[in-house]
């Protein structure tokens, strides 16, 4: 072992060990069911502003970035104003009334607002429960698949030991402090990231500062505005309008992120939390997305070797600009924007199956100490079969992954934005819709990923399939209660000024509506 991988080891170890120290003092702050899924709604701002970060990065917001400037040029660069908006539209559009209702009704996860909001005791929490529950565990094998490639390249590690590592760590600091061990890590990781990536990302940019001339000569769509439309449905101007939607909105209605929103102390967070995320997380993926074009100008002039994947060019910019020494604290940076993803994943699996499942369903007399424990358990056996997928992954599972987003998409933002914001909206147009949704956007996706290539992303046209679903069932169904309504403050406003804020709950309370508890 030289000096350089010496370093690298203790530098991985600091990282981790700083990990489950958040998690041993965050586990100090439970007290009771609140505290371990929504943080007692108690988190400030920048804890915030981190966590919405953190929880919208991915394996993708570094590797797969990268990758596709590597390989898609200025044309993909449209993903990284979409994906910083999808975190600023789900608290203007979202989050403004959902924490407002939250602290009113007594919510603990957006479902308890879909069970409120369309009077369902049942059918509409199991649908959004199982569904949830599902997209969440397939996403979650596809952050630990990005972990094992950092750990293999820092370390050496063979797969099957760097995804045992990786998910233990994470899995032992989120059991120990729940939401709040997700939170404060969410804060050391997204510092990492910042001073990471802007400390590394110019280094790789202006080692070739005319790359653009060299894209260019590649391919001279490398540098354009959009792809050609009549090929390949990658960027052209039709596939970058649906994929609008699906990142601005399926991110943002993603059950791992919209469910951030129910944690904030203050509601006057919302005022500059839109801005702020927008800002840092687009500087940040910026950089990240043009590293990659310079990187492939690297390889184009010689100066770098061809790459196996073009995922790796990250890496490899990496490798080429700094010395080995600094190598592993890029690698964490590369880590935690995967983790801050991972850790809320499974906790929200966690919460599925503790709160919404069993809570709701099995136990309605449940202490604090046994939904924990659910909790804890779900959360185990999740990791242990999301390793055990990551490991040997089925081929449906590659495809299931890829359609995630999308399947959230076309589930969730149509029975969200009708709850919140139309009036005639019921329960049999959302249940029908957010059925309609999920099927419409596994059948699309199949045909668009192995028969015949859609001109634009599947999820769009399942979305509108599920919207129209959604409007006409609605119209022909009885209209909800008036009372109702006003409880939930549904209506074409974001911030219901005619309403004076009401004292938060017990937060552990049973979520009310005017026909009685939503259990």
């Known amino acids: 072992m030289n000096s350089a991988q010496a370093v690298t080891i203790a530098t991985i ?24 899924i929504i943080a007692g709604r108690d988190l400030g701002f920048w804890v915030f502003v981190l966590l919405m970060i953190g929880t919208t990065a991915s394996g993708m917001s570094i590797l797969g970035v990268a990758g596709l400037g590597y390989s898609g040029g200025w044309p993909t660069f449209w ?24 602290q009113k009704r007594g919510y603990m996860t957006v479902e308890d607002y879909f069970c409120d909001r369309y009077y369902s005791h049942v059918s509409m929490r199991l649908l959004a429960t199982f569904t949830a529950l599902i997209v969440s565990t397939i996403y979650l094998a596809g952050q630990y698949t990005a972990i094992t490639i ?51 990302g110019p280094l790789i940019i202006f080692k070739v500062p005319d790359f653009n001339s060299v894209l260019n000569t590649i391919n001279p769509y490398l540098t354009a505005v959009f792809y050609p439309s009549g090929g390949k449905p990658f960027f052209t101007p039709l ?26 102390k203050n509601r006057k ?46 890496i490899a910019g990496i490798k080429y600009v700094l010395p080995e020494y600094a190598w592993a604290f890029i690698g964490t940076v590369v880590l935690a924007a995967v983790m801050s993803t991972t850790d809320r994943l499974l906790l929200t699996i966690g919460n599925c199956v503790s709160w919404d499942l069993y809570k709701k369903f099995v136990n309605k007399n449940a202490d604090d100490r046994s939904i ?42 149509i029975p969200l934005i009708g709850g919140l914001y139309w009036k005639r909206a019921t329960k049999q147009g959302a249940i029908a819709s957010m059925s309609c949704g999920i099927l419409c956007s596994i059948v699309l996706g199949f045909i668009d ?14 979305t509108i399939i599920a919207a129209v679903v959604f409007i006409l069932v609605s119209l022909l169904t009885p209209a909800p209660d008036k009372t109702l309504l006003q409880e939930t403050d549904t209506g074409f406003f974001i911030r219901n000024n005619k309403r004076r804020d009401i004292p938060e709950k017990n937060k552990d309370s049973e979520v009310k509506t005017p026909s009685g508890t939503c259990a």
């Open 239 to 264: 596939f970058t309008f649906s994929f609008f939607f699906l990142i601005t909105f399926g991110l943002s209605t993603a059950p791992h992120i919209i469910n951030n929103v129910l944690a904030v």
């Open 79 to 102: 993903e990284q104003i979409f994906v910083p908006l999808s975190g600023s539209i789900c608290l203007i559009l979202f989050g403004v009334k959902l924490s407002a209702l939250a």
């Open 372 to 413: 924990r424990n659910v909790n804890k358990v779900t959360m185990i056996i999740a990791t242990i079969v999301t390793v055990l997928l990551a490991i040997n992954p089925p081929k449906l599972l590659a495809f299931l992954i890829w359609a995630g987003i999308g399947i959230m998409f076309s589930c969730f933002a």
């Open 150 to 200: 950092v750990l293999k390249w820092l370390l050496g590690l063979n797969e099957v030991t760097a995804l045992i590592i990786s998910a233990v760590i994470v899995m032992s600091y989120t059991l120990m402090g729940g939401l709040y061990a997700i939170a404060f890590t969410s804060l050391y990781l997204g510092i990492l990231i910042i001073i990471g990536v802007v400390w590394v």
């Open 449 to 462: 990923k192995f028969l015949s290539p859609l001109p634009m992303h599947f999820s769009f046209i399942s």
């Open 269 to 314: 967070h919302y005022r500059w939390a839109p801005v702020t995320i927008f800002v840092i997380y687009f500087v940040v993926i910026a950089l990240i997305k043009i590293s990659g074009f310079s990187v492939r100008a690297m390889v184009q002039t010689g100066i770098l070797p061809p790459l196996d994947t073009p995922d790796s060019a990250f």
């Open 13 to 36: 170890v600091i990282y981790f060990s700083i990990l489950l120290l958040i998690g041993f003092f965050s586990s100090k702050k439970i007290k009771n069911s609140s505290d371990f």
